[in-house]
Every structure is written in structure tokens, then in C-alpha cells.
T-cell receptor, first 115, second 113 residues
Framework: EPEVTQTPSHQVTQMGQEVILRCVPI?????FYWYRQILGQKVEFLVS????????KSEIFDDQFSVERPDGSNFTLKIRSTKLEDSAMYFC?????????????FGPGTRLTVL | GDSVTQMEGPVTLSEEAFLTINCTYT??????LFWYVQYPGEGLQLLLK???ADDKGSNKGFEATYRKETTSFHLEKGSVQVSDSAVYFC????????????WGAGTKLIIKP
């Protein structure tokens, strides 16, 4: 069964460093998402991506964040200069069609720890 | 804006007990409603969904009915197993949220043998 994969599973970085979180969505999916979950808090939407551009982003997704689909298979989330409060679990998701009724398929997540 | 409220956990039950996890929502439109489950060390998996009022979603013995009159989507299972131990998330998406998933806080379920 096709699945969304994410690497690495755990990333530890120093405050101020750049990190890139990688995701490989399901191959025939067209809509891609990043969510994050700070420990003990709700899952929060960060950004959605369709047709090689951001279609929606939340207030969390400020200038420190960027997303890219560099090669038609990977979907990356870059944090330019990490802060302590960026420590969280980051989930990638994808869906084939406009997700009005359709399931978003999630990856296993990347745990980011900023020291 | 849209929001989801679900009962706080952890919920601790004995095996074969009846489970209810409450979920209520606030939405200006006509949302689709979802339950996702996160098993220890794993990602988020869709458990069940309902897309319109009075729909019942079901999977793996779990059920939830979309109740528009009470804006609820409570998760139920008649007889839980130890393997059901996980965190359960209620979520919605609709046009007003541009189909982003809006999540509840999650409820940790612990089933004791």
C-alpha cells in the first residue's frame, strides 16, 4: 500500500541553524501539507501546496519557513533559523484530490528538537 | 473560526469495556468530520470519516455519527482491546477553512488487560 514517508525521523539542531525536513508524498497525489504538533498541544496546520505553489498558509508559517517540491517526488519544509519554540513533531500529508471529502494521508512525522 | 473540542484524557479502561470519546465542533459551513488515530511511535492514520449530517463512519469496530443538531461526532466502540491503546484525534475540514484539517487536542486511550 502506498504511503507517505518522512526523513529524518528525529532531527536535533542548535538554535539559529537551518533545517530541512523531507517528505515523499504518495506518487499520484497533487495536494501536499505540513502540520506540526508541539508536545502536549494540538496539531496545527502550517501550509498547503498545490501546482508548485503555496495555496494556503497559517500565521505560524512566517518568513522563516519555506516549502519546495524540488524534483517531482520530494516535498521539503525548510526552517531558516530555528528557534527553541520550533521544537515539535512535523507531519507531512498528501491527498490526490481537493480534500473536501478526501482523506489526507500522513507520514510518520519528524521530531525536531532545537537546543 | 472553526474549532474542535474533544474530551481530555487520558481515558483508562479495562479490556472489553465500552468506549466513548466525545467530540463537538464549531463551523460556519458544512464540514466533513474525521477521527484520526496515532499509535505509539507512528504517524496519524484516518480511522473513520463522515461527510454529511446523519452519516455514520465506521472502521475496526469504531463508529461515529455526524450529528448536526448537537454539532457532535462522538467516537464509540462496544468492546475495546489492548491494541486500541493510542491517541485519538477528532478533526474537521470545510470550505471556510480552505480544507485545512482543524484538530481537537487529542485523547489518549489506555486499555488495561
Amino acid at each position: 500500500e502506498p504511503e507517505v514517508t518522512q526523513t529524518p525521523s528525529h532531527q536535533v539542531t542548535q538554535m539559529g541553524q537551518e533545517v530541512i525536513l523531507r517528505c515523499v508524498p504518495i506518487s499520484n497525489h497533487l495536494y501536499f501539507y505540513w502540520y506540526r504538533q508541539i508536545l502536549g498541544q494540538k496539531v496545527e496546520f502550517l501550509v498547503s501546496f498545490y501546482n508548485n505553489e503555496i495555496s494556503e498558509k497559517s500565521e505560524i508559517f512566517d518568513d522563516q519557513f519555506s516549502v519546495e517540491r524540488p524534483d517531482g517526488s520530494n516535498f521539503t519544509l525548510k526552517i531558516r533559523s530555528t528557534k527553541l519554540e520550533d521544537s515539535a513533531m512535523y507531519f507531512c500529508a498528501s491527498t490526490r484530490d481537493l480534500p473536501s471529502y478526501n482523506e489526507q494521508f500522513f507520514g510518520p512525522g519528524t521530531r525536531l528538537t532545537v537546543l | 473560526g472553526d474549532s474542535v473540542t474533544q474530551m481530555e484524557g487520558p481515558v483508562t479502561l479495562s479490556e472489553e469495556a465500552f468506549l466513548t470519546i466525545n467530540c463537538t465542533y464549531t463551523a460556519t459551513g458544512y464540514p466533513s468530520l474525521f477521527w484520526y488515530v496515532q499509535y505509539p511511535g507512528e504517524g496519524l492514520q484516518l480511522l473513520l470519516k463522515a461527510t454529511k449530517a446523519d452519516d455514520k463512519g465506521s472502521n475496526k469496530g469504531f463508529e461515529a455519527t455526524y450529528r448536526k443538531e448537537t454539532t457532535s461526532f462522538h467516537l464509540e466502540k462496544g468492546s475495546v482491546q489492548v491494541s486500541d491503546s493510542a491517541v485519538y484525534f477528532c478533526a474537521l475540514s470545510d470550505l471556510d477553512s480552505n480544507y485545512q484539517l482543524i484538530w481537537g487536542a487529542g485523547t489518549k486511550l489506555i486499555i488495561k488487560p
